[in-house]
């Protein structure tokens, strides 16, 4: 397989493009990278397309191996033929590849190998051939009946005779391949519930699969991963029900070549059981297994393109916050950082059940926001939230002070403040008070904060503990890892955890930077870096370019100018008629029209290509920037509303949490998510959700019905 062109009529892409962009990853280069820096090299492909690209390289390179190594095991035999190789290297999935080498595989004793063992193969044969139109039976089998070998009458022999041909059918590839493409086309997914008893909560979650089938080309994924999770829960018993008929007409078709023989009967048997036994559990077994795959990585695509709007929600600066983790009988945390995250303050506060010490509260709260000049109080989403919500509330009622609060989701705050990066980032806070901290700093700069957690556990996504958690890792990582780049991080204030995201810088680098510079000092150039332990040429070469000095030597520092374009940045401004200083004072108005007229001209003196020119004249205009600064922030409250105060037909405007294949979540400020429908979402047809509303959206929705006993809100986007 030339994979090369392979990857370029799948990708559309021109084959120069596909095999620069293969020598890139090749050499060792991450996807950030590739996608700011190489975009001459690769024609400007962005860092998904890139991600997806290399997914699949990686796929067709496990696959040429398996060729050949199939190929070397069937050689050993003695068996490799052209036509066999040539079917083996025209092979474009690899279960086409197993369905070839199905015949040559070591196999575990079957019925046919034991059928073999007594000598039975040659009247298989005989059997097969179907060649004889009169005698009897019994004359055919005698002289392979012997009961030395367990073969004690003539219903021993054919029996074992038909066992051998079973095992012939289902070795057939062109038999496999015909076979899962018509259960594909023609099968029908069916579930029902068994008769264990069962939680009310479950019936509740898998009531629509009491008594369900569908066809399985058209069955959605996210039923797909629902009908795996009941079965695995023991609660639906899941199959593919498929019509025999028609299949045992195509084998038979292929395999009855003389229906008068007196053999053909014991040929459509061998052929009924082969299919029964043996062809159809493992076609069931195969076809499950690549809808599970497909739901999967849709699912992971929806996770991952939820997590990176979580992750590029826009950071909520220069305020001071107040983190508030609340609980019941233990009590409402408190935390307060600073405009920088710097931790000023913490205390703890009993507004809630049991202890209801309201005014108690209400005073140490008033107190810590005179004191640091509060402006955002910042509740978690979890256990007491709604109280707490209610408390807070009323208290800013009472105070002079514009006071905003909002809710924020917890996903995750439990397990970063019992990790061990908590315990060494606030060795003297205990688990809880590491909790309000990381509540109040992700209101602040949501990345910062979030990249300290597992992405798994940040909650924006469907069925995520069902998943290969492996492949979930991965793709969630590097989200993460485009994510942090795309925005930045400032070298002289990222923690471990953010700096370990940046390209080329692994964990022991980052630990090594953030030693340095405690060591040495802030750092007044990206130079400096090179002066870091185990940061070689090539990590600064990868992570050079997505650090940031805001207050350096060099105003190029704080833009992602990579400084291998520091000459052709410094040449382009004297070419234009203007200085660094320009750039530092933001006195750049004009350049883009001079650069417009004549970029090609310039990418040529300058010594670059266009599209890193292009790049290089965005960075002067907006040094420092941040990308998600142009995304609607969220929305601050001062007052609460409950689930008993929603009418239908009620107009609200809320934030999207988490968008799902059958529809999206909005947080309208009651403590409980409503429901948008995807029939709901838009006025027009919508193909997926994520066409219409992404994690974090401002939306306005309409209230269409409120369960308060089961804690169920539908709303709807349409016509409002």
Do not use: W
Not at 168 to 194: C, L, P
Not at 387 to 411: D, P
Not at 672 to 679: A, F, K, T
């Amino acid at each position: 397989m030339d994979i090369i062109a392979q990857l370029a009529k799948e990708f559309n892409l021109r084959a120069g493009q596909v095999e620069n962009t293969v020598g890139l990853i090749d050499e060792g280069n991450t996807i950030p990278f590739i996608a700011r820096y190489r975009k001459e090299v690769t024609g400007e492909l962005d860092d998904q397309i890139l991600r997806a690209l290399y997914d699949r390289l990686s796929y067709l390179r496990s696959m040429q191996a398996r060729k050949e190594e199939v190929k070397r095991l069937i050689d050993e035999q003695g068996k490799l033929t052209e036509e066999l190789a040539l079917a083996i290297d025209k092979a474009e999935k690899l279960t086409e590849i197993e369905d070839i080498y199905r015949p040559y595989r070591p196999k575990r004793r079957t019925r046919a190998t034991i059928a073999k063992e007594k000598g039975l193969e040659p009247l298989a044969d005989l059997v097969l051939a179907q060649q004889l139109k009169e005698g009897n039976i019994d004359d055919i089998c005698a002289p392979y009946i012997d009961a030395e070998k367990g073969v004690e009458s003539t219903d021993d022999a054919l029996a074992g005779a038909m066992d051998i041909i079973a095992e012939m059918v289902s070795d057939n590839a062109d038999f496999r391949k015909f076979i899962r493409e018509y259960t594909f086309s023609h099968g029908i997914i069916v579930s029902k519930t068994t008769n264990k008893e069962e939680t009310e909560k479950k019936r509740d979650v898998y009531q629509m699969y009491h008594d369900f089938s569908e066809p399985v080309r058209k069955i959605a994924q996210h039923r797909v991963l629902a009908l795996n999770r009941g079965e695995k829960e023991e609660f639906l018993t899941v199959k593919i029900e498929v019509d025999e008929a028609g299949v045992l007409e195509k084998l038979n078709s292929e395999m009855i070549a003389n229906p008068r023989s007196i053999t053909s009967e014991y040929v459509e048997l061998a052929i009924a059981d082969g299919y029964k036994r043996l062809i159809a559990p493992s076609i069931e077994n195969e076809i499950r297994n690549m809808l599970t795959d497909e739901a999967q990585e849709g699912a992971i695509k929806l996770f991952s393109e939820n997590l990176k709007n979580l992750l590029l929600q826009p950071p909520i600066k220069d305020m001071v916050v107040l983190g508030l983790d609340p609980a019941y009988r233990t009590g409402c945390k408190l935390a307060v950082v600073d405009s920088t995250g710097r931790v000023l303050d913490t205390t703890v506060i009993y507004p809630t059940p049991p202890q209801n010490k309201v005014e108690e509260a209400k005073a140490a709260v008033k107190k810590l926001i005179e004191k640091h000049g509060v402006s955002l109080i910042a509740i978690g989403n979890g256990t007491a939230s709604r109280e707490s919500e209610i408390f807070i509330s009323e208290l800013l009622k009472e105070i002079e002070q514009k006071v905003y609060y909002m809710v924020v989701s917890e996903a995750g705050a439990s397990v970063y403040s019992a990790s061990q990066l908590a315990a060494e980032e606030f060795p003297d806070f205990d688990v809880s008070q590491r909790s309000a901290v990381s509540i109040a700093r992700r209101v602040q700069d949501p990345l910062a904060e979030l990249v300290k957690i597992d992405p798994k556990a940040i909650g924006v996504g469907q069925y995520q503990h069902d998943m290969n958690q492996k492949r979930l890792g991965e793709a969630l990582g590097g989200v993460v890892e485009d994510c942090v780049n795309s925005v930045g991080v400032d070298l002289n204030t990222a923690s471990p955890s953010l700096l370990s995201y940046v390209s080329g810088v692994n964990a022991t680098v980052a630990k090594n930077i953030v030693s340095f510079r405690e060591a040495e000092g802030k750092f007044i150039s990206r130079s400096q870096l090179k002066k870091v332990p185990k940061l070689g040429p090539k990590a600064f070469e990868q992570c050079a370019g997505f650090l940031r000095i805001t207050d350096g030597d060099n105003i190029l520092d704080n833009t992602s100018v990579h400084p291998e374009s520091y000459a052709a940045a410094k040449k382009l401004l004297e070419l234009t008629g203007y200085t660094l200083e320009d750039v530092k004072n933001s006195n750049l108005k004009g350049l883009k029209d001079k650069v417009a007229g004549n970029i090609a001209e310039l990418a040529k003196e300058c010594g670059v290509g266009v599209p890193t020119l292009r790049d290089i004249v965005d960075e002067l205009l907006k040094p420092g920037r941040d990308p998600r600064d142009e995304i609607e922030p969220p929305q601050l409250l001062t007052d609460v509303l409950s689930m008993e105060d929603l009418k239908e037909g009620m107009i609200l405007q809320g934030t999207v949490r988490n968008v799902i294949d059958f529809g999206a979540f909005v947080d309208i400020g009651v403590h409980q998510d409503g429901l948008v429908h995807i029939s709901q979402l838009s006025d027009k047809y919508v193909k997926h959700p994520m066409d219409v509303v992404s994690v974090g959206d401002v939306v306005t929705v309409k209230v269409l019905e409120v369960d308060v006993e089961r804690k169920r809100i539908s709303l709807s986007m349409r016509g409002v």
